[in-house]
């Protein structure tokens, strides 16, 4: 009686309740008349994830005495007066055996059901881990009952719901995200991926409808929203907007419309490339408007041949640099619905003049070449941006012509140019593209480590013969061991994407509303 005055001070008539069972109810002791069933819960910590066995019991959920001990160091014994201790460092829970209540640190708090016994095996309510052993933990204990999971420590577990509704032509979902995390939409292979960067989702897909264009949806661990597409897509378009902590992500899907037309020879269908040429890549689905950025290059450094820097444990950059390309060229062609071209789509050579031209001669309107950087020393870290500097052409050079000059051109071969040197292409686009260099230096920074020279001018060949705003993106240095393996992580790479996209959206916002940029303030030079 004396610890459940401690439980419950001055109702001294709740306290003998407890230690009388009603006359016909079940005591703790008694086994369940229906056989348990059992299911897994997820405990995620910050070394991993164990699994947490839970038996059903008569439609309520128990786990054993036994695994909480294992998961959460705590010491589990049964008290003389009628309760089970449950011993957390310096806290201690008293749970009810006969009563749906529990004592911690001698506050109350109420549980659906008292414990069970199976054999030996103690089972409490799984409500216990969120009403009894959480308040005041450390590390912070966070239940999330309809994905199962048992969050331990500083994680990022957003909660995500998805809903689709019917439109016109096709079928509108919507994804709410609360916390806002960054995230990165792809179509791969028959299926729309939302990889958010965390580590985890407590995801609601109960409100999607399958359909024509939706064949299903699924979470796959850690942080991805799987979505199969139907027979009837054609293309899908996306938008975002912040309201507060949380992210709406709006994705229009719509159907294929049938019967295209047979495509134009001369317009639409580029000559065949020779043999180690860049080949001309389709257009998404969506028209792009008639101003503004309508084609974007994407250069993925090195390739084939040429396999750029090598990390400590033999990562190499054209392979990194290559998958952060393409999730970069579905994100945008999701986002603005404009045409997006690769200078490479998979692991081929290709001569730095060749990116340049292929980007000149499909009318590009911004260049984005993407390598991860090296170093002898293998402590220097951080992103960098660049872009061209002209110093070692001499700018007085930037409007001479040069009758006969030659240009490689798409499809092989070379072609006389009578108004302009290859090295002085970029000269006259050198504001912009410091502009650009400058939305890209800003947004890198809100997502990733920057080198204490994020932003700088060097005269590389690949951004010279460039014939529009043109950058070049060091995303870190891979010959850092622990930048190597961030570069390897799909979640980094998502915040060096979506660092990107964002640059382009608010370049292809700032270009449409105020034209050109006023010449920039030039940054100081240091030498790599």
Do not use: C
């Not at 439609?59 to 014994?77: H, M, Q, T």
């Not at 200078?343 to 993407?370: C, P, W, Y």
């Amino acid at each position: 009686m004396t610890r459940l005055r401690r439980w419950m001070p001055g109702l001294l008539l709740a306290g003998a309740t407890l230690l009388v069972p009603v006359a016909g109810a079940r005591t703790a002791e008694q086994a369940p008349a229906s056989a348990p069933a059992r299911r897994v819960w997820t405990v995620l910590t910050t070394s991993g994830t164990q699994p947490l066995p839970v038996t059903v019991v008569n439609g309520r959920e128990y786990v054993s005495g036994a695994d909480l001990s294992g998961l959460f160091g705590l010491v589990l014994k049964e008290d003389r007066a009628g309760g089970l201790v449950l011993t957390m460092g310096a806290r201690t829970i008293v749970v009810s055996l006969t009563q749906g209540l529990a004592s911690v640190d001698g506050r109350v708090v109420s549980l659906p059901a008292p414990p069970t016994r199976q054999g030996t095996t103690w089972l409490l309510p799984v409500e216990v881990i969120e009403r009894a052993l959480a308040p005041g933990s450390s590390p912070r204990i966070d239940v999330r009952r309809r994905s199962s999971l048992v969050v331990v420590g500083s994680l990022s577990v957003p909660a995500v719901t998805v809903r689709n509704e019917p439109l016109p032509t096709g079928t509108r979902l919507t994804f709410t995200i609360t916390p806002a995390v960054p995230q990165t939409l792809v179509n791969e292979n028959g299926r729309l991926l939302v990889r958010l960067a965390a580590d985890a989702l407590d995801a609601d897909l109960t409100g999607l409808t399958p359909g024509a264009l939706l064949a299903g949806a699924r979470v796959v661990p850690p942080s991805t929203l799987e979505l199969g597409l139907g027979p009837q897509f054609g293309s899908y378009r996306a938008t975002e907007q912040r309201e507060g902590a949380t992210l709406r992500l709006t994705v229009d899907v719509v159907a294929a419309t049938p019967g295209p037309a047979a495509p134009s020879p001369t317009t639409d269908q580029p000559a065949p490339a020779a043999p180690g040429e860049v080949q001309n890549e389709p257009g998404p689905a969506l028209l792009p408007e008639a101003t503004g950025l309508r084609t974007i290059v994407i250069d993925p450094g090195h390739g084939g041949t040429e396999n750029g820097a090598r990390g400590p444990t033999g990562t190499l950059e054209k392979n990194v640099v290559l998958s952060m390309a393409r999730q970069l060229k579905a994100a945008i062609e999701a986002r603005l619905g404009i045409r997006v071209l690769l200078t490479r789509s998979g692991d081929e050579t290709v001569a730095l003049d060749s990116r340049a031209a292929f980007a000149n001669n499909n009318k590009a309107d911004l260049f984005i070449s993407i390598h991860a950087n090296a170093s002898v020393r293998s402590s220097v870290t951080g992103a960098e941006v660049f872009y061209v500097t002209l110093g070692e052409y001499g700018t007085a050079r930037a409007s001479a012509a040069e009758p006969g000059a030659l240009l490689p051109t798409f499809g092989g071969g070379e072609r006389s140019v009578d108004l302009i040197l290859w090295e002085m292409a970029q000269a006259q686009h050198l504001n912009e593209s410091a502009r650009f260099a400058r939305l890209v230096e800003t947004e890198m920074r809100q997502r990733v480590p920057m080198s204490p020279r994020a932003i700088q001018q060097a005269p590389f060949r690949v951004l010279v013969g460039a014939n529009m705003p043109a950058v070049l993106v060091e995303t870190g240095f891979i010959t850092n061991p622990t930048e190597e393996k961030r570069l390897n992580t799909p979640d980094y790479q998502a915040q060096l994407v979506n660092a990107m996209l964002a640059a382009v959206v608010r370049f292809k916002a700032t270009s449409e509303r105020v034209g050109t940029a006023q010449a920039p303030t030039q940054p100081s030079q240091d030498p790599r």
